[in-house]
């Protein structure tokens, strides 16, 4: 999948998930391999999976351009140890993934991303600690569903409001509904922080823009007339 990312001429997010199964705010499992394991081994067995990838995907000439640790990580990541009610192990697991990546590739960008769209005190809550903590990220990445993030308008606060704290680019890097009204908020932030918005999973969830025989449909239309005019 990398090389066929690299060969289109496009750009490559990875984010690691560090689970056995898909990893959100609700399940961050412990991967079957790393159970029993101490604390410290559990940092070292991170570092090591994580430089890996990274070194694996230099080395056949496909190096991400930027990398998460961790997906949606505002409940923490790898449970129990790196549970967001114990901060300090929680950013000892994020520093190790980073300094991973980073021992690789410095040049790649780090994103932090939570599932928190439409909720600011939540949002800079996990921030701050983060930063308290040593956590290194070059860009915040936050999933927007109106089911669980709120309305378009507290997106647009909370955003904004991360913008005008951390000084650092912004993504909404998942989301579904309400395609183009959440694209425009994610490029009008100020000081040209706003650098995007990822659709997740356009074959599913809500307002699929592909159809089962994978014809596009009137959204993927849109889509692609939303990313003609930014």
């Given at each position: 999948?990398?090389?066929?990312v690299?060969?289109?001429?496009?750009?490559?997010?990875?984010?690691f998930?560090?689970?056995d199964?898909?990893?959100?705010?609700?399940?961050?499992?412990?991967?079957?391999?790393?159970?029993?394991?101490?604390?410290?081994?559990?940092?070292k067995?991170?570092?090591?999976?994580?430089?890996q990838?990274?070194?694996?995907?230099?080395?056949?000439?496909?190096?991400?351009?930027?990398v998460?640790?961790?997906?949606?990580?505002?409940?923490?990541?790898?449970?129990?140890?790196?549970?967001?009610?114990?901060?300090?192990?929680?950013?000892?697991?994020?520093n190790?993934?980073?300094?991973?990546?980073?021992?690789?590739?410095?040049?790649?960008?780090?994103?932090?991303?939570?599932?928190?769209?439409?909720?600011?005190?939540?949002?800079?809550?996990?921030?701050?600690?983060?930063?308290?903590?040593?956590?290194?990220?070059?860009?915040?990445?936050?999933?927007?569903?109106?089911?669980?993030?709120?309305?378009?308008?507290?997106?647009?606060h909370?955003?904004?409001?991360?913008?005008?704290?951390?000084n650092?680019?912004?993504i909404?890097?998942?989301?579904?509904?309400?395609?183009?009204?959440?694209?425009?908020?994610?490029?009008?932030?100020?000081?040209g922080?706003?650098?995007?918005?990822?659709?997740?999973?356009?074959?599913?969830?809500?307002?699929?823009?592909?159809?089962?025989?994978?014809?596009?449909?009137?959204?993927?239309?849109?889509?692609?007339?939303?990313?003609?005019?930014?």
């Amino acid at each position: 999948m990398a090389k066929r990312v690299k060969a289109a001429g496009m750009k490559l997010l990875l984010d690691f998930h560090y689970s056995d199964y898909w990893a959100d705010p609700g399940k961050q499992y412990k991967p079957a391999a790393w159970r029993g394991l101490s604390f410290t081994e559990l940092k070292k067995a991170m570092y090591d999976y994580t430089k890996q990838v990274i070194q694996e995907l230099k080395d056949q000439g496909t190096s991400p351009d930027m990398v998460q640790i961790g997906n949606e990580i505002n409940h923490g990541i790898i449970w129990p140890e790196g549970k967001v009610s114990n901060l300090d192990q929680l950013a000892q697991l994020l520093n190790a993934g980073t300094a991973a990546v980073k021992a690789v590739d410095p040049n790649i960008v780090m994103m932090l991303h939570v599932a928190l769209g439409g909720q600011n005190h939540e949002s800079v809550f996990f921030i701050d600690n983060m930063l308290a903590r040593g956590v290194h990220f070059d860009v915040i990445g936050e999933s927007y569903y109106p089911k669980w993030h709120g309305t378009l308008e507290d997106l647009e606060h909370n955003l904004n409001d991360l913008v005008r704290r951390y000084n650092r680019d912004v993504i909404v890097v998942e989301y579904s509904q309400l395609k183009r009204e959440v694209n425009k908020i994610a490029f009008e932030l100020p000081n040209g922080k706003g650098k995007g918005t990822c659709i997740w999973e356009p074959l599913n969830t809500w307002e699929q823009v592909f159809d089962r025989e994978g014809k596009s449909n009137e959204l993927r239309l849109m889509m692609i007339a939303v990313m003609i005019e930014q």
